[in-house]
């Protein structure tokens, strides 16, 4: 499986920014996939996650209400609307699938950058 995200940038706090992640390779066998986010000095945490073909989606408590994860699967791309953004919002975001065969696959990054 191979991932390659796009869609970061630079924007100022309360804007908007959609990231895709297009996902190639042995698609069939992605049972879930999640956006991470590594601030600088930080360990790398889940901000949101869509199990299966997209009826189930998880996350952060920190991202409620402000994020939307979803998965076109005739495209094999998943999306995070990300909305309100905040300066703690910063970071490198990473596109993730978990196979069938338990297997982790990431993609290279887009970096974030929310001014205040």
């Known amino acids: 499986v191979h991932l390659v995200e796009s869609g970061g940038g630079l924007v100022q706090a309360g804007g908007s920014l959609r990231l895709s992640c297009a996902s190639s390779g042995s698609t069939f066998s992605i049972v879930a996939m999640g956006w991470y986010r590594q601030a600088p000095g930080k360990q790398r945490e889940l901000v949101a996650a869509?199990?299966?073909?997209?009826?189930?989606?998880n996350y952060a408590d920190s991202v409620k209400g402000r994020f939307t994860i979803s998965r076109d699967n005739a495209r094999n791309t998943m999306y995070l609307q990300m909305n309100s953004l905040k300066p703690e919002d910063t970071g490198v975001y990473y596109c993730?699938?978990?196979?069938?065969?338990?297997?982790?696959?990431w993609g290279q990054g887009t970096q974030v950058t929310v001014s205040s």
């Open positions: 869509i199990i299966g073909g997209g009826g189930t989606s």
């Open positions: 993730n699938a978990f196979t069938a065969t338990k297997e982790d696959y």
